[in-house]
């Protein structure tokens, strides 16, 4: 695969790439929804919820239904997600439905505790559709609200919003089977999805960030630079009570990296006052690359 793509320019390369990805998501997302939720009969989230429910009225098969309610969908928000976006959303949209109405019924079904099956559905699906986030791109549906959300409100985390839209979505499923255990299921998937989602968006590019207030900076830098090779930054800081000129060393690093740093930094400036904070996301170098929309 790797080989035969080294024919092939930059963007072919990151299409094929991406292709890839969704179809890894699609697949986690296909085997929870078919293999673990309908089996297990509690309502899902988002317009898989919905398809579920057709399905158990109806007969009608999960995928297509699901790709008749992403239509109107997908046309009130072209604009406001733009084309890329909207593109590589459809096509996953379709290769998740074929997954989840060709490939999934092939593999075996769990027929055992519905909490169990609960469980699995939110890593299942929770991991698939985090991969697809990534990827800047998602199955459609619910999916183009929760997008067009976040384009509007970007402090907002995926996560949180995908459990507010899909609250309703769940409870109308337990009240049309009049299944309140499914409810309390239905909401313990939704809880692991949001879970899931935030953690393997953010939580692989967590870390953490110290501010050292101390009267001899740049010592304090090169004492970092040396324990754990990261830069870092020095803000000049003014005492609120005497007005004493300080200095600020800000620096990022990993978890495991910040044991050390505190550390080294106690060694070198016993009197310096440290503040450790978590950062659920760090970009640039010796992280994660800034990475610009297109």
Not at 233 to 261: F, H, L, N
Not at 285 to 290: A, I, K, L, N, S
């Amino acid at each position: 695969m790797a080989r035969a793509l080294k024919f092939f320019g930059p963007g072919a390369r990151a299409t094929a790439k991406q292709i890839l990805w969704e179809c890894v998501g699609s697949m986690l997302i296909a085997v929870g929804i078919y293999n673990f939720a309908a089996a297990a009969k509690f309502p899902m989230t988002g317009f898989s919820g919905i398809a579920i429910i057709v399905n158990r009225l109806t007969g009608m098969p999960i995928g297509v239904t699901t790709i008749l309610l992403n239509v109107p969908v997908a046309a009130l928000c072209y604009k406001l997600l733009g084309r890329r976006f909207f593109i590589s959303s459809l096509r996953c949209m379709v290769i998740s439905s074929v997954f989840i109405d060709v490939l999934a019924p092939m593999l075996p079904v769990y027929e055992g505790e519905r909490l169990l099956a609960a469980l699995c559905t939110g890593i299942f699906g929770g991991l698939g559709y985090a991969l697809i986030y990534i990827q800047n791109s998602s199955t459609g549906g619910s999916d183009f609200i929760i997008m067009a959300v976040k384009a509007m409100r970007p402090h907002i985390p995926l996560g949180k919003i995908a459990f507010l839209s899909d609250v309703g979505i769940i409870l109308a499923g337990g009240v049309i089977f009049g299944d309140i255990d499914g409810i309390i299921y239905g909401m313990i998937v939704n809880y692991i999805f949001a879970i899931a989602v935030d953690k393997v968006m953010y939580g692989m590019n967590a870390g953490k960030m110290a501010l050292i207030v101390t009267d001899d900076a740049p010592r304090i830098c090169r004492e970092i630079d040396r324990v754990s090779r990261r830069g870092s930054t020095i803000i000049p800081a003014k005492g609120g009570y005497q007005g004493a000129q300080r200095q600020v060393v800000m620096c990022a690093c990993s978890g495991k990296e910040m044991y050390q740093i505190q550390k080294t930094v106690r060694a070198a400036d016993p009197q310096s006052f440290l503040i450790v904070l978590d950062s659920s996301e760090v970009h640039g170098e010796g992280f994660r690359p800034v990475q610009i929309g297109g």
